[in-house]
């Protein structure tokens, strides 16, 4: 990524999770990944077509923005899309539930992905860059907390590595089993 790379940040609409990243080394790419929404629906992600899964998310996402508002960002960078964030009130994440260190607090708006798929954009600032923006809609629309689950010491999670949600003021607030529950009070 140079330094005149033309980065922008969006707000996740039914129209442009399209655009959400795609990568060949696993099936469920975020545009097609039903995990947090339809947990019991989502035991083999090849038993559906793209398509459908594609489409079943974008009602999802139409449904969560009427009734809570804007639930996610992409963001470009030279015009490429390379990174994906969910978030949402728990009740719209019903996988939530299963995680030990939950549920998500009544008053939070769980951040249940944020990923940046390929390896090359990885550590360049690009998450932190969507945390940010995450944060700063959190507090322009008067959201009382952020939570996330995160693996201590490894980023193969949805949304990363506990330290990683530390370094932006996020603090354990359940700590049971391999995936942490972290909250920051906007």
Do not use: T
């Given at each position: 990524m140079g330094r005149d790379a033309v980065i922008e940040i969006?707000?996740?609409t039914e129209k442009?999770?399209?655009?959400?990243?795609?990568?060949?080394?696993?099936p469920y790419s975020c545009k097609f990944c039903l995990y947090w929404e339809f947990p019991e629906e989502c035991t083999d992600p090849l038993s559906e077509v793209k398509?459908?899964?594609?489409e079943r998310k974008r009602l999802w996402v139409r449904w969560v923005r009427r009734e809570f508002g804007d639930c996610?960002?992409?963001?470009?960078?030279?015009?490429k899309c390379?990174?994906?964030?969910?978030?949402?009130?728990?009740?719209?994440?019903?996988?939530?539930?299963?995680?030990?260190?939950?549920?998500?607090s009544d008053d939070a708006v769980l951040i249940s992905?944020?990923?940046?798929?390929?390896?090359?954009?990885?550590?360049?600032?690009?998450?932190?860059?969507?945390?940010?923006?995450?944060i700063s809609e959190a507090r322009a629309r008067n959201i009382k907390a952020l939570e996330t689950f995160a693996r201590?010491?490894?980023?193969?999670?949805?949304?990363?590595?506990?330290?990683f949600w530390q370094k932006h003021g996020f603090a354990i607030l359940r700590d049971i089993d391999e995936f942490s529950l972290l909250r920051l009070q906007v």
């Open positions: 969006v707000n996740l442009n999770l399209i655009d959400a990243p795609e990568w060949q080394s696993h398509e459908e899964r594609l996610g960002k992409l963001i470009y960078v030279d015009y390379l990174g994906f964030a969910e978030f949402a009130p728990a009740r719209f994440l019903p996988n939530a539930v299963r995680y030990q260190s939950g549920p998500p992905c944020l990923f940046i798929p390929e390896k090359i954009y990885q550590h360049q600032g690009l998450g932190s860059l969507m945390v940010k923006s995450i201590k010491g490894r980023a193969d999670s949805p949304s990363g590595p506990v330290e």
